[in-house]
């Protein structure tokens, strides 16, 4: 993406040079033809520049989506070898067209495939050939010897531009995997968290809470004989206090509901207890009445986005929307805060903070998608993954 950018750029650049050679060294009998060539030449130049900055904008999430066609840098490359080829063989003389042509193996090194770029390469090298051979002034000034030397020095330029591809090349697959990688682990991670959560959970709903549960029906029976006793009634309000915070804490590390009632039912029972506990109101829209292999997923996600927003956002509203829709959940949560966004969130990964980066690795290894919208205000987090059959 990067290099599609890059090469977007410096392509304008390369229009300002063939304008230059033109007024500078050709003859002004070819300046009309040539300008036609370069006008067009240019237009898809400026379609390229927005096409790139168009799917740069498209990536609203954390390596969620592109925007970027693939056949798009392999176009207009051969776009640049069929303008500037086009160029020298429209010029009966002059050395500027025919330099302007080495900045192909430029605008080629900066691709990351290495089959297309010595395709295109290999065309460069046939254009720059034919470039030369018709150009009998040039070749009666410099005589053939020094033709086959300028020939093999910009053949080098594109042999050194294809070793260029080939090292970024292997340096994206090296940091491909080690991505990969790093998703797979942290995969793992939240599959433990989930195990480990799930029986502190059930330990607490077995142990603690009943104990709680048992003394504050001990204290209910003392209570009978002496209803005035302000001890007694001041342990009763303690221990159900308690026992709320205990069963809120149980229901967050692994709620009884979800697989009791479904997803639904679980996020509106979240957004609950978020509400309670902070000072920010918490609206949901839930139409999600069936039950899924990907609830787990999609609840631990909810859980993460709503601690942070209680966290971090600094937000007085927040709206959660769980729907179905073309065979997928699809999850928004939005609130009207200081705002996130993908770069943020990369940052954070990067200071060692895994918890929403772990939830996205999930979702991508459902195949789903975690990408972070253009908001006016706050933060969009919009999240889609197929329900399993």
Known sequence: MRSYRIASVLRMGVVVLMISAMLIGTKRSEWAQQSVLIGLYAVTAVCALVLAHGALRARVGMGALTGMRRWEPFVFTAIDVVALTGYQLLSSDGIYP?????????????DVSTRRAAAVLAF??????????????????????EAVFRFALYAFLC????????????????IAGLSALREELLAQTMTAS???????S????????????????????????????DRVNRALLGLQSASERLRQATFELHPAVLGEVGLGAAVQQLAGFTAQRSAITVATEVDYALRNEIDPIVFGVVRE?????????????????????????????SDDGVGVNGDTMA???????????????????????FVFLDAPTGTHVRVEVPLKP
Request: aromatic share 2%; hydrophobic share 50%.
């Open 98 to 110: 025919l330099l302007i042509m080495t900045l192909l193996p430029v605008l080629v090194g900066l």
């Open 124 to 145: 460069t090298l046939v254009g720059f050939a034919l470039a030369v051979v018709q150009d009998p002034v040039m070749v009666a000034a410099i005589g053939w010897p």
């Open 159 to 174: 042999g050194t531009a294809l070793v260029v591809v080939r090292i970024e090349e292997r340096h994206a697959r090296s």
């Open 194 to 200: 989930e195990v480990l959560q799930r029986r502190i």
């Open 202 to 229: 059930e330990s607490i709903h077995d142990g603690a809470l009943q104990d709680v549960l048992a003394a504050r029906q001990e204290l209910i029976e003392l209570q009978l004989d002496d209803p005035d006793d």
């Open 305 to 333: 986005l709503l601690s942070n927003v209680v966290r971090h956002s600094q937000a007085e509203n927040a709206v959660v929307t769980l729907a179905v829709a073309d065979g997928k959940c699809t999850l928004n949560v």
């Open 347 to 369: 940052r954070r990964l990067g200071e060692g903070h895994i918890g929403l980066a772990s939830h996205r690795a999930r979702v991508d290894a459902a195949g789903g998608t």
